[in-house]
């Protein structure tokens, strides 16, 4: 009996394998250089942060991360390419043609993922060694990020002539003023 229950658990684990090493595709995610940064998850929020920013073209978005990865990392564009198509499958990004490249733009549900999944964006980002580049300013970034990505969320939701539109301006504004008038 103790025999069968283990060939039959043996079976088993050979199939799922084979399942698990199907669904990977032979492993084509291997085409960047150096370490493994990211897992497709943390991958996907870095890509979607990137976005938010500023609506961005996917090489764009492949150059952003080998540059704030300090050149030790370069996902590749078999990665990238496919990541965006499901982002905008999602509805989380937009895209827009521009010329023959697609210009990919953060929708409300993108900024809205992104608000959720805000710790492990921050979290993410910090990992990458050259967010800050030793100046100690990788929280100033991610603090300008999390403020732009805010407003824009807020914006999104506001109609045009709405009152807060303009008490969202009046903020930033005041907060320019401050930061202009530290001694």
């Known amino acids: 009996m103790f025999s069968f229950s283990r060939h039959h658990h043996h079976h088993h684990h050979h199939r799922f394998e ?10 084509g ?3 960047s250089r150096g370490p493994k940064m990211f897992d497709a998850g943390a991958l996907r929020l870095v890509v979607l942060q990137l976005i938010a920013e500023q609506p961005r073209h996917g090489y764009d978005i492949i150059k952003e991360i080998e540059e704030r990865a300090g050149g030790g990392y370069s996902p590749s564009p078999g990665v990238i390419y496919p990541l965006l198509s499901m982002l905008e499958d999602l509805g989380h990004v937009a895209v827009t043609p521009d010329g023959n490249k697609k210009l990919h733009t953060i929708t409300a549900e993108g900024a809205a993922f992104l608000d959720e999944n805000r710790a492990l964006v921050d979290a993410v980002q910090a990992r990458l060694p050259g967010a800050g580049h030793g100046r100690g300013s990788s929280g100033l970034r991610a603090s300008m990020h999390a403020l732009k990505g805010v407003v824009i969320e807020r914006a999104q939701a506001c109609q045009p002539g709405d009152a807060r539109l303009e008490r969202i301006q009046e903020i930033l ?3 320019a003023d401050e930061i202009r008038g530290l001694e």
Request: charged share 20%.
């Open 29 to 31: 995610g291997r085409g």
């Open 173 to 175: 504004q005041r907060a």
């Open 18 to 27: 084979q399942r698990m090493h199907g669904h990977h595709g032979g492993g």
